[in-house]
């Protein structure tokens, strides 16, 4: 009996012993699965960490280049304000330049104007008689100073050469005119419409050529008693510049002039 207890004792502990081994065997495998997916996510993480670096590396490269651009930029801006800040100067000084300019044009027109109207002034002066007999008349508009005579007071009926009395008339006008420097002096020959007939066509083919010659011999004596030829010019214009009807002899009359005028030099 008892060695029948023996070998019951014997077949427990054999198999407590197996059981036991079973036991330390399937937490070992546990422990070796559970080492495989701590090394698989140790991979995992570290992959992920590479991919990371990777990335911050790529931004600093790219935070770097916007760094780059940002300070071309702040240059190209600096330079461009610089340049802006030149023409804004530039420019103020050539308004204020153009501004003085300006001021001393507008000086010198009304100081031009104050000459011309002082010429006028004298013209009027001198020629108080002709005028008030109407065989003168004198205007001025615009710095533009127009003596205008009747042809009857300096002219015989077809006749170019200025007679003795028209000379006494032409040297007031002299008197004022010997002292505009700044001027040209432009003398006009006009006619009325009647047309040049018999004889007196030979001379004078058309009004064209009488009134022509007119202003000639007027320009002609002006520069004889002293008036600058450089400020002098002349203008034939006949029939074709009419101040009043040529359909009656008193507007005849009136066309049939010679106009001295001031105009400003070219």
């Not at 422990?31 to 992920?48: M, T, Y």
């Not at 770097?64 to 240059?75: N, W």
């Not at 710095?143 to 042809?151: I, P």
């Amino acid at each position: 009996m008892f060695r029948k207890m023996f070998w019951i004792l014997m077949v427990l502990f054999f198999s407590l012993s197996v059981t036991g081994c079973m036991v330390a065997e399937s937490k070992y495998l546990k422990k070796v699965d559970e080492a495989e997916n701590l090394g698989k996510e140790l991979a995992a993480l570290q992959q992920k960490h590479k991919d990371l670096e990777a990335e911050n590396a790529a931004l600093k490269g790219q935070v770097a280049k916007l760094t780059e651009d940002r300070d071309s930029l702040d240059k190209m801006l600096k330079a461009k304000s610089d340049e802006l800040s030149k023409n804004i100067v530039e420019l103020r000084k050539k308004i204020s330049d153009l501004e003085i300019e300006n001021a001393n044009l507008q000086k010198s027109k009304e100081e031009k104007v104050q000459e011309v109207s002082k010429t006028y002034g004298d013209m009027l002066d001198k020629m108080k008689k002709e005028v008030a007999q109407g065989a003168v008349t004198i205007t001025e508009l615009k710095g533009k100073l127009t003596v205008n005579m009747v042809d009857a007071i300096l002219f015989a009926s077809g006749e170019a050469e200025v007679k003795p009395e028209g000379l006494e008339v032409l040297s007031k006008v002299i008197d004022v005119l010997k002292d505009v420097k700044d001027k040209a002096i432009r003398v006009e020959g006009h006619t009325d419409n009647i047309k040049i007939r018999g004889a007196l066509t030979k001379r004078f083919p058309t009004n064209w050529e009488l009134s022509a010659a007119r202003a000639v011999n007027v320009a002609r004596y002006l520069e004889k008693q002293g008036i600058d030829p450089a400020l002098l010019s002349t203008a034939a214009y006949g029939e074709y510049k009419p101040v009043a009807s040529n359909d009656t002899k008193e507007g005849r009359a009136k066309n049939r002039r010679i106009e001295i005028v001031l105009v400003p030099k070219d």
